[in-house]
């Protein structure tokens, strides 16, 4: 069996979890993501690849 996880819904699935726990985090949650994205955009994909 072959489990391989990909960064992105790992990524939005713990951010999901962490919001409904503490939502005064959704403001942070939303800026890292904003940032990474941007990040990403100016970049490339190779930023994000293990």
Known sequence: MN???SIG???SL???ILI???PRLLNYIVAV???V???VG???VEVLRF
């Open 3 to 5: 489990l391989s996880l």
């Open 9 to 11: 819904p790992t990524i």
């Open 14 to 16: 713990i951010a999901g």
């Open 20 to 22: 409904l726990l503490i």
């Open 33 to 35: 993501y904003l940032i």
């Open 37 to 39: 994205i941007g990040l």
């Open 42 to 44: 100016l970049f490339g």
